[in-house]
Structure formats: structure tokens, C-alpha cells
């Protein structure tokens, strides 16, 4: 007689997804994501153009380029991070609940979360280290190994206590300084336009790649390690934990049952998202007079277009479960244009690790003044539209892996490493 058991030297190994459960919202809007962040990280490849109190955008170019910059302070800067922030607690929950789900106990499936933030904190360092600087692996590698331990096992009671503590924060630590400023018509009362640029800490100028990489580094570490602590005390991990909340109720998996929260998020969400970047994009563009310091990272126009990017980053979720929920409800058509391009988009979302890193690959090499150097030449509207085209050859890439069947390299190296391997088994 034999019976097969469980080495118990074994880990839990992984809980695969039929292809028929696969839901199309998470991934569409990772797939889509992804063109944002790349478009919103143009800005400091731009390494010889004159930038303004922000010390962020750049300040010249023709009309084509301001109307890129006014369009990217209103819809993507500080936006697409909350964005980015909700599908990573979202994607957590979902893979915590199918694993307890296939039988991995609790704890376990903790371990393997834990492997996974460890992982991606490794890899975001040496992403930032080696390619860019804005990395937010590593960033997001050390939120999901804290706000995981104390959250993913927490009752719906007690996560939605926190929701609102966190909101709370987010308010009157955050929001609060900015808003007084606003009311009492001192917008020069925060900020520094004194600050050194922004830019310069993802060190595009730079020529040697040496110097570069320790520039690089000290601005990794601290985004991650200094970020942190303060999204906990501000109260911007709030969207991570709204990810939990949706995944739970499956909001994207089946956003049929969610509408009129889905609608009223997308209305909302995205109208506060953009009033409150208008200020600051105006300003840009000298449409409105302000102080300089009011401009700058830690003025009040920039504080008001964070927080309330927090709100756009939500309404871009819930305008993409929207858009799931209606392709996926319309009759089939077979294989047409419009449907190659979703399946397309969505191979990416399946391979977002692969795809992220892909563009810095793209990216770095030819902008950078330590590679070829392109950056120099380039203007805020001709690298949106290099942005455009590295994202659409991902998209490529992406679509030709999904046709085979095969996930993305760095997906499978991190799978590799969250589960060690597959599950063994023997025979007595």
C-alpha cells in the first residue's frame, strides 16, 4: 500500500490560478499603470532643461511641451503611486486568500508574503542602485513586510477601524498644514524654494556611472527606508490598506456587484484628483501667481496635488474595474483589434515586475549623460513620446510571452524565490 505525504522539510508551495478565474481588472489596470509611471518618470531623464520652483518639471520648451506638463501635473504626478500603492495591497490579499484557500495554513501563507516583500525590497535597492533611483520595489517590498504583519490577519472590524485612523492622519497630519496655509492666504508659509532640485537625486546628469550609482543609492535608501516611516505617521499608507479591504470583497474580480461604489469612486475620486493638481499646474505654467515656496517639494500647492492624488489614484481603479466590467459583459467578438490590444495591455499586468524593470533597462542606457546621453536633446513632449513607445515594446514582449504561455523572467525568478522551489513529496 502507498500513500503520498508531505516532506515535512517542505514548503508551501504555489496555489495556481485557472485561467478561467483570472479576472481582467487587476491586471488591465497594472498593464496601464505601468505607461503612467513611465510617463510620469520622464521628467528627471530630462537632465539639461531649466526647471522651476518644483524642481521638478521643467519650465521651457514650446507649446507642445508645456501642455505635456500642465497635463502631467494634473493627471499623473503624485497619482499614480497611490495607484500603484492599492493594486500591491490588493494583489497581497488576493494571493493570501487563494493560498489559505488551497489549504496552506495561515501562517505560511504569511511566510511566503514575507519572503515575497523581502525579495522585492532586495531587488528595488539594486534597481535603484544600478538603474534608477525612483525605484518603488524596494519602498513597497518594506510597507507590504510591515503593514502585512499587523494587517492581512486582522477581522474586517478592526481593518476598517484602521482605515479611518489612517485617514484621519492623512487629514490633519498631512493635508492639515497645507489647507491653514490655504485658508489664510500665506501659501509662501511652506516650502523652501531654496531646496535643492529634486532631479538631481536620480543623478541623470551625471557622467560617470560610478558616481551615479552612489547618488542612486543614498536616494534609494532613503525613499525606502525613510519613505516608510513616513506614510505611517502621515497616513498615506491608507490606500495600501484600502487594497486589502477591496480584495476581500473581490471588488475588481467582480466589480458587477460593486457599481455604484465603483462609479461613485471613479466620479469622485478622479475630480478631486484633478482640482487638486490644478493649482499647481496653473502655477507651472504662469497662469497663477504664487510665492515660490509654495511651489516647491514641500509647499502647499504640492502637498495639496499629494493628498489629493490619493483620491485620483483610487478613481483610475475604479474607472478601469468600469471599463472590466463592461468589456467583459459585451458579446464576444472573437479575436479583433480592440480585443488584442486588452489581451495585450493585460500580459502586461500579468508581468509588471518584468515590464517595470524593462523600462529602466530601456531607459537609463540611452538617456542618461553616463550612457549615450539622448536625455540632453530630448523635451518634456518628445519623451513622453519615447516613454510611449518603450512602454508599448513591453506591451509587445508581453503579448508574444502570454501567445507561449510563459510568465515574465522576473516573475519567474521571484516565484522561485518566495516558494523554494516546488512542493516535494514522497511515497511510503
Not at 337 to 364: D, E, I
Request: glycine share 12%; with cysteine; proline share 5%.
Amino acid at each position: 500500500m502507498t500513500a503520498e505525504t508531505t516532506s515535512p522539510a517542505s514548503r508551501p508551495g504555489p496555489v495556481p490560478v485557472r485561467t478561467g478565474e483570472r479576472a481582467l481588472a487587476p491586471d488591465f489596470a497594472r498593464g496601464l499603470m505601468l505607461l503612467l509611471i513611465v510617463l510620469s518618470n520622464t521628467a528627471f531623464h530630462l537632465w539639461t532643461a531649466r526647471r522651476g520652483p518644483s524642481g521638478w518639471q521643467p519650465v521651457d520648451g514650446s507649446w507642445p511641451d508645456r501642455a505635456v506638463q500642465f497635463t502631467m501635473i494634473v493627471v499623473l504626478d503624485l497619482r499614480v503611486y497611490p495607484l500603484f500603492a492599492f493594486l500591491f495591497g490588493y494583489g497581497m490579499t488576493q494571493l493570501y486568500l487563494r493560498q489559505t484557500a488551497g489549504g496552506t495554513s495561515e501562517r505560511d501563507a504569511v511566510g511566503i508574503l514575507r519572503r515575497r516583500s523581502l525579495w522585492l525590497l532586495v531587488i528595488g535597492l539594486a534597481h535603484a542602485t544600478l538603474l534608477m533611483a525612483g525605484d518603488i520595489l524596494g519602498y513597497y517590498g518594506l510597507l507590504s513586510l510591515v503593514l502585512g504583519w499587523f494587517f492581512l490577519r486582522r477581522s474586517d472590524r478592526a481593518l476598517t477601524w484602521w482605515i479611518g485612523i489612517a485617514t484621519a492622519q492623512l487629514v490633519l497630519l498631512t493635508a492639515g498644514p497645507a489647507l491653514f496655509a490655504l485658508l489664510q492666504g500665506e501659501l509662501g508659509s511652506l516650502g523652501d524654494a531654496g531646496a535643492e532640485p529634486g532631479h538631481l537625486a536620480y543623478a541623470g546628469g551625471e557622467e560617470s556611472w560610478l558616481a551615479a550609482a552612489g547618488t542612486r543609492l543614498t536616494t534609494g535608501l532613503f525613499v525606502t527606508f525613510a519613505a516608510v516611516p513616513l506614510s505611517l505617521v502621515g497616513g498615506t499608507y491608507v490606500i495600501f490598506l484600502l487594497g486589502f479591504w477591496a480584495a476581500r470583497r473581490r471588488v475588481l474580480e467582480e466589480p458587477g456587484r460593486h457599481l455604484p461604489l465603483l462609479r461613485r469612486t471613479a466620479v469622485v475620486g478622479i475630480t478631486v484628483g484633478w482640482l487638486g493638481g490644478l493649482p499647481a499646474a496653473l502655477a507651472h505654467i504662469g497662469a497663477l501667481r504664487v510665492p515660490d515656496a509654495a511651489q516647491s517639494e514641500s509647499g502647499a500647492l504640492t502637498v495639496l496635488r499629494d493628498v489629493t492624488g490619493n483620491a485620483a489614484g483610487l478613481g483610475y481603479v475604479a474607472a478601469i474595474a468600469l471599463f472590466a466590467h463592461w468589456w467583459t459583459a459585451r458579446p464576444a467578438r472573437g479575436r479583433t483589434p480592440r480585443a488584442t490590444a486588452v489581451t495585450a495591455v493585460s500580459a502586461v499586468g500579468k508581468r509588471s515586475l518584468s515590464c517595470y524593470l524593462a523600462h529602466s533597462l530601456l531607459f537609463a542606457p540611452l538617456l542618461a549623460a553616463w550612457g549615450l546621453g539622448f536625455g540632453e536633446h530630448l523635451t518634456s513632449a518628445t519623451t513622453a513620446l519615447f516613454a510611449t513607445a518603450v512602454w508599448l515594446l513591453t506591451v509587445a514582449g508581453a503579448y508574444a510571452l502570454e501567445r507561449r504561455g510563459r510568465r515574465g523572467p522576473a516573475e519567474a525568478v521571484l516565484r522561485r524565490l518566495m516558494y523554494g522551489g516546488t512542493r516535494r513529496t514522497t511515497r511510503a
